[in-house]
């Protein structure tokens, strides 16, 4: 891991640490050499700020040389003893030739901050680095402002088709269903998706594999067939009278399966709205969450139409005697690729072979109902062909037919040609990324939502995604909290190690109403406040979260919340809003952690830019091996590299135009620096407030580290653990704590440390500590270096709380 920049970046206070301590306790020989120990590190570090270098033995890894000092015995002095130390300057990490981007920058200093109420030495060890010095340099070039923008107007890839033919009565839809689209959904026109499933399904009663791009209405491509082949069969019972007409209790003849219970409920609705135009048939959900019992007493009354998640679905298939599924004709499983990541194969298998066995037995027992399809279709929508959609493709499908907007895609697809880049971003969502290097991350994030939100109307809502839930819980308790009143509220506390937990006096912040509390690291119960940050004087900004650790119950309320919202608001959330969810009017995705993989970058970015709208999209990466990842953004546009321009922020431009407040830079060119690092100051003394704040600031570090390690094998190209900057990162949570003091995860000690250096036979290498030790060890051989990357997510993923948020009732 890249450390050696933060050692040269720790500054010293003047007063306090430096200042030579009295040594209490122990025999007067203890006290002696305490005293001569101290005595040196203070001469080496005053010599040093006098201008001297001191150029002590090198250590590449912070950690490294933390863990060497920790099996000393512990000094007064030891707390600064790494200041010392210099940094190496190595090809992969390096130090800003300058300090700062601006030869008139003085950084700020700990005589700066060191007389402000929230800065005292709380528990001793606390690093308080300038912002702008030995930042990593960008490896790639910045963009003149003359090369092409991407400003020119693109044609839309997943809008309604606009051509007078393409109507939802000329694919063989009934008028009845196609005027309720257009009267009661507003949906005048279908997608090219739309189009090419709806014409297929309606013809033949073969199985199909739909595959289309994020937002193009697959929803519909695969309900709407259902809906209107189910009509057909109610007039077909009518005209013989066999019934009056389909009815809850004729049978259950469709099952639509979604890996999660946000997008189950999601697709529930639609199709709800749906049957607004045949109300006979009765749709109904069994997705957990809820009393088994409350499931199965609807099980009995009988629906047409199920929507579930495979877990509780197998669990009724087995347990539920009213579920009869042996009229079952379709079968949709949604969002394939995520069925199979999330494990649920076992249970698709067990479903579907219950059905094929009761199909068989009542096709035995002669009691068909008539204009029922002989055979079932099953509709598997994925967004790629990988391996694992395969392997669910042999499960479900027969025959299946290739379904999917552009024909061409298709060809490429069935060749085996280049199947994950099929998947693609919609064509009009600009995307763009900013270069800003850890330390600045925090304040960055900041000042681009400012900057986003400054004018009413301009953005309306926003999703940030984080990579585990830790850690987005931080960052909306930095964004609904008044900083700067809850540090100095709390600016009496003896010291952070004496304060008690309890934060339930915050005050309200300014601006926040009703409902809406402020936020408390302590209480997941609330889930959105008034972001007084992010709030300028004409309008009100509202945070939420949403991450697998918060409850069913409250992460729906939260999605219909921010859903039902009219006003500006920004969503902090883990993947779990990644997939399939369609919110309204999100107009801005910003990718604060880069995604696990590409494809859940394409789902992510897909939460914008939906059915033919604008979308705009920006990733935040680190200077260095980060900024590598833009070829994966070129990649998501059809055309590649060639051509595709992607739009590049730097942190300076981003401070400059979210914190200095006319965004133009005057005569005060250092401006955005100075009320970047009052930001920054002021995030840690809030931080340092309060022991529970510390705590979770803590917590997300870790946890966002952890997160790191597990980018899937592909991409640690681009995101290598042993690259990140951990002391630097730390900054970006607010933390002046060295990383090895927070027991950073991965980061072996004693008996564990040894055997894992023993067993990977790298020496001095795998000593290096922290996660990138485990990952010294790993086998050379990719296959099994990707199952391990899979098994790390996984367990992480389980640690994180975020298996959780799949179902599973
Ligand atoms: N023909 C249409 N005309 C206009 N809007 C449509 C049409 N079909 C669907 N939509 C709207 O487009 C949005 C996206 O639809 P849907 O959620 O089905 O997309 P999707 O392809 O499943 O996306 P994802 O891959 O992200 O799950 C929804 O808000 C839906 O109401």
Redesign the pocket.
Known sequence: MADDGMLLNFSIPETGILNKPKFKGGSWRDRLSAKKAAGHWHAKASGRLNGEESVPKVSRNANHTALGERTKAPSPSHDFEPQAKRARHTGEFKPASKPTDDPNFRPHTDSDVSNRPGDKPKGGRQIISSLFSYNPESTTQVISKEEPTDDAPVEPSNA?LSSELDTFTSLGLSPSVAAHLLNK?E?????A??KAAVSQLLKEDSDAFIQ?????????AYLLPIVQRLIELSANMKKRKVDEAVQRNSGLFAIVLAPTRELSKQIAT?LEKLLGCAHWLVAGTVIGGEKKKSEKARLRKGLNILVATPGRLADHLEHTQALDVSNVRWLVLD?GDRLMELGFEEEIQKIVGNLNNRMRAKKDASSQIPGLPEKRTTILCS?TMKMDVERLGQISLKDAVHISKDPKDKDAEMDGEDEDHAFQAPAQLKQSFAVVAPKLRLVSLISFLKRAFARKGSVMKVIVFISCADSVDFHFDIFTNDLVESSEETKDEPTTEAATQDSSNQKKPKGSKGAIAQADPTKLTVTHATSSILSPKTHTVTAYRLHGSLPQSLRTSTLAHFTKNKEPAVLFATDVAS??L?L?NVDLVVEFDPAFAREDHL?RI??TA???RDGRACIFLQPGCEEGYVSILKSDRKDGEVGVHIARQDAPEILKKGLVTSGVVGKDRNEYMEKATDLQLQIERWILASPARLESARRAYQSHVRAYATHGAAERVYFDIKQLHLGHLAKAFGLRERPSGMKVPGLRTGAGRESVRRGAGTGAKAAGGNAAEVREVDPSEEAAKMRKAVRAREKFMRHAGMADEFNLG
């Open positions: 309604p959904m949906i005048k026109a279908p997608t998706i739309q289309a791009e994020t937002g193009s209405g697959k929803t519909l639609v969002e967004a997939r399939g369609d309204p789902h897909g939460r939906r059915a033919g």
